[in-house]
């Protein structure tokens, strides 16, 4: 199934800069001051402009919008409409096969320093923004230009470890063993999602899944969390899987920083690499004992939850020279809590804006759902578990109108209109 892009070019501007936001959350827990973090991070980072460009951050913008998150929240960080939202910005052809030849040529340099050696000599070439569009375009963001250039590392980096419960979590897939169902001919290929505590090695959650997706990563996620409380760091390796914009939403609402860990930097995850070797060596070897095999995906993850909880767990752990279990318990006070009032399955709902119909309608997912006719022509916030679609949730600047519901037809056919006799008695 595909993931939800985000409602629009504002939202992945608003991720940007909740990006840095954590940087500076990071080093004011770090008992940095406020003005020197502000300092570090602007010097490092670049800041989106919303058209799929991006510019130095000065110190000022971004006080302005650490100052915008405090009083405002996620929120707070939506860029405002361009005035000039509309105008063409646009290359020729010519211009731009000669931009992204020199592009490639050259992709250490960087852009607006090309950008002023071609202005003299074409000087009816648009604005730069419109340059990092057809980059954008043609894949050679920043991030493909730096690829370009990147020389591969020559061996790992040095050992670490989280110094905090919760302050990292790794997360990641592996291929789990075929289940043989009395309903499919051919064997069930699973896969297993893990998430693994970095500080204390506790598994918050583990499960079986017919898919390596983005529904088994959620599923998997929100789990743990219920379990151990919300981390502060994410890591997980680059996949569509993990890296979304529903994903990215999620983690910012939880203040959550996500990060991936580079390709060919298997290192960077080892821990969870360990323990998905311990696993397959432990629970997965007794699956092929003969009698031992789970006939049901259902069988399978509850014996899975049982070998963590009674084997895993509680077993001393050579690495930090106890148990998982025993190294969380010691560091729970650092958890954070969640808010009570806070609605977990809300918070992983996709969002989407549509504008209602004049017979009280919305169209989502190929599928016409009835609205209060009261917003008929108003256009209103979808909320809904983008897996199951059981509940949608129709919100208009902020009020709730309850549940959209699936049209019936044939009802509909049996109500009275207007003109009809029996309408009019």
């Not at 005035?83 to 250490?108: K, M, N, Y």
């Not at 989280?162 to 063993?177: H, I, K, R």
């Amino acid at each position: 199934m595909q993931t939800h892009a985000p409602e629009s070019g504002a939202e992945a501007v608003a991720l940007a800069r909740y990006a840095l936001i954590s940087k500076l959350q990071e080093l004011l827990r770090q008992s940095v001051p406020l003005r020197l973090a502000l300092e570090t991070v602007a010097s490092s980072s670049t800041r989106p402009t919303g058209e799929g460009t991006s510019a130095p951050v000065a110190v000022r913008t971004l006080e302005d919008w650490w100052y915008a998150y405090e009083h405002g929240g996620f929120a707070a960080l939506h860029p405002k409409v361009r005035s000039d939202r509309g105008i063409p910005r646009v290359l020729t052809p010519d211009q731009e096969r000669f931009i992204l030849a020199q592009v490639r040529d050259h992709p250490a340099i960087a852009v607006k320093v090309l950008y002023r050696l071609w202005k003299p000599q074409d000087p009816t070439l648009p604005a730069l923004s419109a340059i990092y569009r057809a980059l954008q375009r043609h894949d050679l963001g920043q991030r493909s230009r730096r690829s370009l250039v990147r020389q591969s590392l020559g061996g790992p980096t040095k050992a670490f470890e989280a110094p905090l419960v919760n302050e990292l979590w790794m997360v990641d897939f592996s291929p789990g063993p075929f289940l043989r169902l009395p309903t499919q001919k051919e064997p069930l290929a699973t896969h297993l999602c893990a998430l693994l505590d970095d500080h204390s090695r506790i598994i918050p959650h583990a499960a079986y899944y017919p898919r390596a997706d983005t529904r088994a990563f959620h599923h998997s996620f929100k789990e743990a969390i219920a379990y151990a409380r919300p981390p502060l760091q994410a890591l997980h390796r680059p996949g569509r899987s993990f890296i979304n914009d529903h994903t990215r939403v999620i983690c910012a609402n939880l203040d959550i920083r996500l990060l991936h860990a580079p390709p060919y930097h298997a290192w960077s995850k080892g821990r969870i690499e360990r323990f998905f070797h311990t696993l397959q060596q432990d629970f997965e070897a007794t699956l092929r004992l003969p009698g031992q095999a789970a006939s049901r995906l259902e069988e399978l993850n509850g014996r899975l939850a049982d070998w963590i909880q009674r084997v895993y767990h509680p077993r001393h752990h050579e690495g930090i020279g106890m148990s998982p279990q025993e190294r969380f318990q010691r560091g729970s006070t650092h958890l954070r809590l969640l808010d009570p009032h806070l609605n977990l399955d809300e918070l992983f709902y996709a969002q989407e804006l549509r504008t209602v119909r004049k017979d009280g309608t919305v169209r989502l997912a190929n599928q016409l759902y009835e609205v209060d006719l009261a917003l008929r022509g108003l256009e209103v916030r979808l909320r809904y578990d983008p897996w199951t679609f059981a509940q949608i949730h129709v919100d208009y600047r902020g009020q709730s109108f309850g549940l959209a519901r699936p049209v019936d037809r044939h009802l509909n056919s049996r109500l009275p209109r207007a003109g009809d006799a029996a309408y009019e008695k």
